[in-house]
């Protein structure tokens, strides 16, 4: 009796030792089956985002593509504002370099974001780079970026690719190197440059302008020539006084935005640039050459003492008024011209020689017993001023951009 109830106990021990044992199994195998789902979860939410990231490159590159053909015509046009129709294929190609980089990094800002259809994920760029290859021997614009994919659901994953383009500019070539010129541009009033360095005064070391407002004298420097000097006025409300010193002076440069006064003799001064924006007054007499210019934007005023009054002699220079110009004397000598855009009145004399050129849009007057009488000579049409007065305006750029200049992404970097 006792041998059979112990056989009972072993063979009720061992069913619950298999039962356990299949408990444990079956535990096991559901764990792994739910380790195995929640990879797999993750490896999709991963591959979402690889996906993602992937379409972002094919979307930019396109994007990048379309953003190149359509400013093509705004990298003409700046272009055709430093380069013109002699400009080499090799310049053309390395400003096109550049404008073309920095166009498309003002395009293109990190953050940009555009969705994907079909799938709950997006993606972004970021670190957007466009530069000009450094080396002078090739025309590209190297273009680097991440785009990183995201997706949600429930948990976000997210994945970063790198990915290197370029863009060819070396087939592109210029066509406007036998255009003929596009028109004349009068003068602007806007050649002398604001001094980067600004001194207060004129014999300040180490620096070669100065920068006034209001109404301001030059004041004398004794026994001095103003040389090599910029004076800068950008102030409309006061006028901008030179004195005696300016006698012999050498590549004086003079720009005002308000009148300018000349109080004095001014002669025998070389490579001279006077400019203003308003009227101009020169109370004596004012001889300039070697290649001097004077831009007056309206007036060129007399003084008011006929006795005394403004005499302006040019040798081998260039003076042009934007209006009326009132003078005692006119000497226009060798090599030299004179525009006047409206009326030029004289009380005394005029001469020009044969090598230079008196371009007058309006009329010209001579004082005859207190009268001003018209006078032959020197007027000549608005196509003749502005070819004799006027730059030659370069040939429009035109840049045959070429068929070949497409995007490729030789790069990617999966993170």
């Known amino acids: 009796m006792n041998k059979y109830r112990s056989e009972q106990g072993y063979a009720?021990?061992?069913?619950?030792?298999?039962?356990?044992?299949?408990?444990?199994?079956?535990?096991?195998?559901?764990?792994?089956?739910?380790?195995?789902?929640?990879?797999?979860?993750i490896v999709e939410e991963k591959s979402n985002s690889v996906a993602a990231a992937e379409m972002g490159i094919t979307y930019y590159q396109v994007a990048i593509q379309d953003a190149f053909e359509s400013q093509q015509?705004?990298?003409?046009?700046?272009?055709?504002?430093?380069?013109?129709?002699?400009?080499?294929?090799?310049t053309v190609r390395k400003e096109a370099a550049k404008t073309v980089a920095s166009l498309l990094q003002s395009v293109f800002q990190a953050?940009?974001?555009?969705?994907?259809?079909?799938?709950p994920a997006n993606f972004t760029l970021s670190n957007f780079s466009a530069?000009?290859?450094?080396?002078?021997?090739?025309?590209?614009?190297?273009?680097?970026?991440?785009?990183?994919?995201?997706?949600?659901?429930?948990?976000?994953?997210?994945?970063?690719?790198?990915?290197?383009?370029?863009?060819?500019?070396?087939?592109?070539?210029?066509?406007?190197l036998s255009a003929p010129p596009s028109g004349y541009l009068l003068p602007t009033y806007n050649t002398v440059s604001?001094?980067?360095?600004?001194?207060?005064?004129?014999?300040?070391?180490?620096?070669?302008?100065?920068?006034?407002?209001?109404?301001?004298?030059?004041?004398?420097?004794?026994?001095?020539?103003?040389?090599?000097?910029?004076?800068?006025s950008n102030d409309t409300s006061g006028s901008l006084t030179l004195n005696s010193n300016a006698n012999n002076s050498s590549k004086l440069?003079?720009?005002?935005?308000?009148?300018?006064?000349?109080?004095?003799?001014?002669?025998?001064?070389?490579?001279?640039?006077?400019?203003?924006?308003?009227?101009?007054?020169?109370?004596?007499?004012?001889k300039v050459d070697t290649e001097s210019k004077l831009y007056i934007a309206k007036s060129l005023l007399n003084n008011s003492d006929k006795n005394n009054g403004n005499h302006l002699t040019l040798d081998n220079s260039y003076t042009y008024i934007g209006e009326d110009a009132y003078?005692?004397?006119?000497?226009?000598?060798?090599?030299?011209?004179?525009?006047?855009?409206?009326?030029?009145?004289?009380?005394?004399?005029?001469?020009?020689?044969?090598s230079s050129k008196l371009l007058v849009l309006g009329t010209i007057f001579l004082l005859d017993k207190g009268i001003y009488r018209e006078v032959s000579g020197g007027k000549v049409s608005q196509d003749?001023?502005?070819?004799?007065?006027?730059?030659?305006?370069?040939?429009?750029?035109?840049?045959?951009?070429?068929?070949?200049?497409?995007?490729?992404?030789?790069?990617?970097?999966?993170?």
Not at 73 to 90: A, P, Y
Not at 385 to 414: A, H, M, Q
């Open 12 to 41: 009720l021990v061992a069913v619950l030792a298999i039962i356990t044992i299949f408990m444990i199994l079956s535990l096991t195998f559901m764990g792994q089956a739910a380790n195995s789902i929640k990879q797999n979860k």
């Open 73 to 90: 015509d705004d990298v003409t046009r700046i272009l055709s504002g430093s380069l013109n129709g002699n400009s080499s294929n090799e």
């Open 111 to 119: 953050g940009d974001t555009q969705p994907v259809e079909g799938i």
């Open 131 to 176: 530069a000009p290859y450094p080396s002078p021997n090739e025309h590209k614009v190297k273009i680097t970026f991440n785009v990183v994919g995201t997706e949600n659901s429930g948990t976000i994953k997210s994945t970063k690719l790198f990915a290197e383009m370029a863009l060819d500019l070396g087939s592109i070539s210029n066509d406007g």
């Open 194 to 232: 604001e001094p980067e360095i600004k001194c207060l005064s004129l014999t300040s070391t180490g620096c070669n302008g100065i920068v006034v407002n209001g109404n301001y004298e030059v004041p004398k420097i004794n026994g001095t020539k103003i040389s090599d000097k910029i004076i800068y």
């Open 253 to 286: 440069h003079v720009h005002s935005e308000g009148p300018i006064i000349v109080d004095s003799n001014m002669n025998s001064s070389s490579s001279l640039i006077i400019e203003t924006n308003s009227n101009a007054k020169f109370e004596g007499q004012l």
């Open 327 to 354: 003078l005692t004397s006119l000497d226009v000598l060798s090599h030299s011209t004179m525009c006047v855009h409206r009326n030029l009145y004289i009380d005394k004399s005029k001469y020009v020689d044969s």
């Open 384 to 415: 003749e001023f502005n070819r004799e007065c006027g730059s030659k305006l370069p040939p429009n750029l035109s840049i045959n951009w070429g068929n070949n200049i497409y995007t490729n992404v030789s790069d990617v970097d999966y993170d």
